[in-house]
């Protein structure tokens, strides 16, 4: 049967789990646009803030914003292969499975094909997705930057990555402004939020090197409560502005974030992040749905989901993705 899963494993080494929060940051940029400036669009025919054209073009794009941001997973995982961060339940980059260099070859094919469409296709969009691949690509990984092993250097690469996300969904049909900034605020207070959290989740204790020790270097509860105080700043932020595309989904993950911070436990930290994206996953789900009548995006969630829990079921025998947590990590 894992001969049989073999040829799958150039799919699931993009990571496609990692892509819902990328969809989340894109989609979110374009609806946002559309609602907050209505009056670019020539072609008229708003409805519910958003222009009744151009579907069929933004998911070509969003796709290639996806395969490029695969790709640039696989990247990171070629060059975290030998580290303390890799070793996990199940890697791709291993005897059995796929080899550094063939990694590296489909993500450098990858690479090309996503950027010659989006230069060719969108050039605002290509711009965009150039300056991703350049920070979290090369910055990221190479020496002698190699910003993955700098502590603050790591966090901060993610979060422009996760700004340049929504612009490119702004830019699909907007412009450069001050209004973008704005907009992605209570985006970027939360998305912060989950990276504390994430990097709290992810410190090994017995990490010689550091990478991602925010528990050790600023304190378990100090990181935690930032986050809270983070994703307070994004529920007010998103009321202000009126946006309840990111109000919702971190006004209910605040409880979780709350009770992850006070019990102190890993647990609950893994919990609250699990439990904060599908929110943003059923909001932005509910958004697509009422704008373009269609269930496409929920159905694309649902498919590469359920897809993905059974490869990793039979390719490796665990129970991946899921929303379970191990309550005995302290």
Same mark, same amino acid.
């Given at each position: 049967?894992? %001969? ?28 946002? %646009? ?42 990171? %995982? ?104 704005? %907009? ?27 990478? #991602? ?45 709350? /009770? ?5 436990? #890993? ?20 958004? /697509? ?42």
């Amino acid at each position: 049967m894992k %001969q049989l899963l073999k040829p799958f494993d150039y799919f699931f080494i993009l990571k496609p789990i990692m892509f819902f929060p990328v969809w989340v940051l894109f989609l979110s940029g374009y609806y946002v %646009q559309n609602k907050t400036e209505p009056y670019l669009h020539s072609e008229g025919n708003i409805s519910n803030g958003v222009a009744a054209f151009g579907e069929d073009r933004l998911i070509w794009l969003g796709l290639a914003v996806t395969i490029l941001m695969g790709a640039i997973f696989v990247l990171n %995982q070629v060059m975290e292969r030998k580290s303390s961060e890799t070793k996990s339940k199940f890697t791709f980059i291993a005897p059995g499975m796929l080899t550094p260099k063939s990694a590296f070859i489909e993500s450098s094919i990858l690479i090309v094909l996503t950027l010659g469409f989006s230069f060719f296709f969108f050039w605002k969009i290509g711009v965009l997705a150039f300056i991703i691949l350049l920070l979290l690509g090369y910055l990221f990984n190479f020496s002698p930057f190699a910003w993955k092993d700098k502590l603050i250097l790591a966090l901060l690469a993610k979060l422009v990555t996760a700004f340049l996300l929504f612009g490119g969904g702004w830019f699909f049909n907007g412009r450069l402004s001050s209004a973008l900034v704005i %907009q992605a605020s209570p985006y970027l207070c939360f998305f912060l939020s989950l990276l504390l959290f994430e990097a709290v989740e992810n410190s090994p204790s017995d990490d010689s090197q550091g990478k #991602n020790a925010f528990a050790e270097k600023f304190g378990f509860s100090t990181t935690l409560c930032v986050a809270v105080v983070l994703t307070v700043v994004s529920i007010a932020s998103a009321f202000i502005l009126k946006d309840e595309l990111i109000f919702y989904p971190a006004l209910f993950a605040l409880p979780f974030f709350l /009770w992850a911070a006070i019990s102190a436990k #890993n647990c609950e930290v893994e919990r609250s992040l699990k439990y904060a994206m599908v929110f943003l996953i059923i909001a932005i789900s509910f958004k /697509w749905g009422i704008l373009f009548k269609d269930y496409f995006f929920i159905g694309t969630v649902a498919t590469i989901y359920f897809s993905a829990k059974i490869y990793y079921r039979l390719r490796f025998g665990v129970n991946y993705p899921t929303l379970a947590v191990e309550t005995g990590k302290e």
